[in-house]
């Protein structure tokens, strides 16, 4: 089959699926967070941690939650890595280095999921299964609540309360997550996928040398990571390895899986506010960027510009040749669209163009789908800001489903959209003005400007994803991109929440002839056009230094 109708072909499968589950997907997870039923599971886990599953919080509350949780498992994680030679199941892995501990400690908290180290050679199967996994889990959950929190801003009436953060962390995980990372790691088991619980096994690599594969169960960690859009896993070759994802339809499912809940978030959205043509016009704004994100890597790898790749007939160094270039880029943008750090291809390796679309898409703020959560509440704040502008048009003060949008809200917005680029910028200056920042950049020029631009757009939007070719796993980076992913999670969290906040003590705005419609066509267009102007425009100069330049050379 030609590459070009395989990659149409890929993609319209996906859109196809999308189409399906969008709604019933959205409208369970909406009943799952507006449900008044506990579970007999979750009663257990709100008794074993003494909280009230029927109190509601204020954002100050539920952001202090929120923090403390994170707080408690950075430490968890921390010591877990530190200690892991002392701990039951080490298969004699050594501690991890403090710097490398932080760093990794930060990562899967923050649903980064960055990994500067080889997966096989530093983690004990402990650290793995109950450390970095369960993180898998949990920081997707936190996103979601925060997300959800988010749509309580601007349903609730004259109340500061914005639900529980424990009870939705807990419901997220357990009814959403859970579930369907479990279905999905039977059928990732059917596709090939290994499940590995016996004792470790050696295999001999061509040098000669013996490793040991890593035990646990691989089918259900590669599930998990994967459905929690997060990246990470016990392989260096992450979704490109064989064991993690050896068929077409593996890498179909596995693409899937990266993007179902935040394209299905929007129904969340729509059905919770009682107007479900508020979330299709999120979702269609979503949708948008993505297709034509994914047009643009598939032209720019298609295209293979270059004498070297001309004479070799395709852009393959850096693909994995099962899936080649019809797979490969639809998963790069998808990754980098979302909070994933999963890949099947180096992106180092891609066409400087090619490249080029992967580092714009975490660049917007990874809102077309966007983390679990995170996406949504991004691209709501987008949309208040797209309501702000159109308010200016006509001259009246904006509002947004029944509820003004005025200063506070609008200074909030900002120190939202403003938090993500000066951790960015700042660290990408950092990095190449300093001997230590600066030695472990392999590539000269534009492409080693690519590479560290690339890291940290990766870790402050909380991407995870590596371009290679930039010698991350040294003291100075992983401080600065642990630092970054920290910031770059926490900061814009409280934004969102005290946004929520001040929304949800507002009364409602009767709508009139002048109120814009932000369930129309016109509205989509205009949120569109936000989310690249506003946020694409602010990392113009950089991209021109790296990619662009080194695509137009």
Not at 100 to 122: H, L
Not at 294 to 299: E, M, S
Not at 426 to 447: C, E, K, R, Y
Not at 489 to 515: H, M, Y
Request: with cysteine; net charge neutral; charged share 10%.
């Amino acid at each position: 089959m030609p590459p070009g109708l395989t990659a149409v072909l890929l993609v319209a499968t996906l859109v196809a699926a999308y189409a399906v589950v969008h709604r019933p997907l959205g409208d369970y997870m909406a009943r799952v967070y507006q449900s008044d039923r506990h579970l007999k599971a979750e009663r257990l886990v709100y008794r074993a941690l003494r909280i009230d599953p029927d109190s509601d919080q204020r954002w100050t509350g539920y952001a202090a939650s929120v923090l403390a949780f994170s707080f408690v498992s950075v430490l968890f994680l921390y010591a877990m890595q530190r200690l892991q030679s002392w701990l039951p199941l080490s298969v004699g892995m050594k501690p991890v280095p403090p710097e490398g501990a932080f760093n990794t400690a930060i990562s899967f908290v923050t649903n980064t999921n960055w990994q500067w180290y080889s997966g096989e050679s530093t983690m004990s199967y402990l650290t793995q299964m109950a450390g970095l996994t369960v993180q898998n889990f949990a920081s997707a959950a936190v996103g979601m609540a925060v997300a959800v929190a988010l749509i309580r801003g601007f349903v609730r009436r004259s109340t500061g309360d914005l639900g529980n953060f424990w009870v939705d962390l807990v419901r997220g995980t357990l009814r959403i997550l859970l579930p369907i990372a479990s279905v999905a790691a039977i059928v990732l088991l059917a596709g090939g996928v290994i499940q590995n619980l016996s004792d470790p096994t050696t295999v001999h690599t061509l040098a000669g040398s013996t490793q040991h594969l890593p035990g646990g169960a691989i089918a259900s960690q590669e599930a998990i990571k994967d459905l929690g859009t997060n990246g990470g896993g016990p392989f260096n070759a992450n979704s490109a390895h064989p064991f993690e994802n050896p068929t077409g339809f593996t890498n179909l499912l596995i693409i899937f899986l990266l993007t179902v809940i935040p394209f299905s978030l929007p129904a969340t959205f729509g059905r919770m506010v009682g107007n479900l043509r508020q979330g299709y016009t999120i979702v269609a704004v979503m949708g948008l960027i993505w297709l034509g994100f994914t047009i643009a890597c598939y032209a720019a790898e298609f295209a293979h510009p270059g004498a070297a790749l001309q004479l070799a007939g395709g852009a393959m160094e850096g693909k994995e040749t099962r899936f080649g270039v019809s797979s490969s880029p639809v998963f790069a943008v998808s990754t980098t669209l979302t909070s994933t750090g999963s890949v099947n291809s180096m992106h180092d390796s891609f066409t400087a163009l090619g490249g080029g679309v992967a580092i714009l898409g975490m660049l917007l703020g990874e809102v077309a789908p966007g983390g679990v959560g995170s996406g949504l509440y991004g691209l709501l704040v987008l949309a208040v800001v797209a309501v702000f502008v159109a308010g200016l048009m006509v001259g009246r003060t904006p509002e947004y489903l029944g509820k003004k949008i005025r200063a506070r809200e609008m200074k909030l917005v900002a120190l939202y959209i403003l938090t993500v680029p000066l951790l960015l910028l700042i660290g990408t200056g950092l990095a190449l003005a300093l001997p230590t920042g600066h030695s472990s950049i392999l590539n000269p020029g534009a492409h080693g400007l690519s590479e560290v631009l690339y890291a940290f757009a990766s870790a402050s939007n909380n991407n995870g994803s590596a371009f290679a070719g930039l010698t991350a796993g040294t003291p100075f980076y992983d401080v600065a991109l642990g630092l970054c992913m920290l910031f770059g999670r926490f900061v814009p969290i409280v934004f969102v929440l005290a946004l929520a906040g001040s929304l949800a003590r507002q009364k409602p705005a009767p709508e009139t002839a002048g109120t814009p419609r932000t369930n129309s066509p016109l509205f989509v267009g205009m949120l569109t056009g936000v989310t690249l102007i506003v946020t694409g425009l602010t990392f113009f100069p950089a991209l021109a230094l790296g990619p662009l330049a080194e695509g137009l050379s």
